[in-house]
């Protein structure tokens, strides 16, 4: 059995987690319970508390429910809470992981993104890095991600009620609990850089939930996705759009000179049987995957 809920590697969280109906579509996303548990219960509240995301929860009741959480979590009812508590409860679970949510190894190349002019290519990369991002990372991202959206709905209710928390707000808040760098305080600089990539990520996030024909090769050829964590970040995108390029146009990709490192990322593919694509796009198939 994983010991407790908070400070425990996502990847045993899920494995001994459930399958949740959280996600995008039908297909089950593979999430902790605490997760499951703390969204479901907060989408039976109202979410129209003006800055719910932002208030002041009470630090001692956080502390109490933390302990609980951890000694057992079958004894904590989290629909007796207040929404704001439960905010605040869900946030320090993401600051707690060992690996945050979007990865200590992929941090740099969210970033890097973020410094690409043309919107069309960040869509593109954030859609490669979405889909190479470990299973139970991705999963819960999208449990994550669906649920901020649907807060977001009640920022403005009418001209007088409404949370105030769009969904840039809510990147905002969220953005230091999910993507931060390793080792040392996330920077003021670092922040401002991160916040408008998790705010994309959020008003496109229903592109990014599926694969598109041109990304099946990357998750089936992963011999030649090799150790490329330690080359700079933008060698790594331009590695990546190098080969799919190469593949489009028919020619075989040399050995080690293209692809972006599936294997670093845990080969996170998420695709079972043959990983071919139905149409324009297919779904992310919840296949097994482990950093």
Known sequence: ?????????????AEQGTDSMLGSSRAPLRVPIFIDDVISAMKQ?????????????????????TDALDRDANTVDLTQENPVQLTALMRKFFRDLPDPL????????????????????RKRMLHMLCI?????HRD????????????ASFSHVDEE??????????ATVICPSILYAKGREASRENSFTAIPIVTELLEDQYEFYTVPDEFIPILQDQEQ???CLDMPCKDVLKKADTYLRTKSSGRAPIPGQNGVSMQ?????????????????ESRLVRGDSRC
């Open 264 to 280: 670093a990322s845990g080969s996170a593919t998420g695709l079972g049987g043959n990983g071919r694509g139905d149409g324009v």
């Open 161 to 170: 009620t409404g949370s105030k928390m769009d969904l840039q707000n809510l």
């Open 45 to 65: 509240m109202d979410m129209s508390v003006e800055g719910i995301f932002r208030k002041t929860c009470n630090i001692r009741r956080l502390k109490e429910l």
């Open 132 to 136: 190479i991002l470990p299973k139970p």
């Open 102 to 121: 979007m990865t200590f190894k992929l941090h740099k190349l969210w970033n890097a993104v973020a410094s690409l002019p043309l919107q069309e290519e």
């Open 140 to 151: 819960t991202m999208e449990a994550l991600f669906v649920f901020l959206q649907w807060v």
């Open 225 to 227: 996705f090799a150790d």
């Open 1 to 13: 059995m994983v010991p407790g809920v908070f400070g425990v590697p996502l990847e045993l969280l």
